[in-house]
């Protein structure tokens, strides 16, 4: 576990990540919520839920970063 934080929190790995969240979350947001974006109800619950929609790519792109890393090291 301490390996994969190690490699989680490495610089790079938190760049790419943020690259991959901030490209794919408004896709995913337009998806989701395009009726709330076209009548322009962007309330609390539209912002929270986009906030959530970006934890998303974010989770999954540093978890592969850091598995790919930990192979990489291991070889």
Known sequence: MAL???HALQ???ILRALKVAFFITP???FFNHYEEIFRLELG???WFQTALTFL???CVSTYSSAM???EKHRK
């Open 56 to 58: 998303v790519p974010y």
């Open 11 to 13: 610089r790079s790995t």
């Open 27 to 29: 896709i995913l947001t």
């Open 68 to 70: 790919a890393n930990i």
């Open 4 to 6: 994969f934080f190690h």
């Open 44 to 46: 609390s619950t539209f």
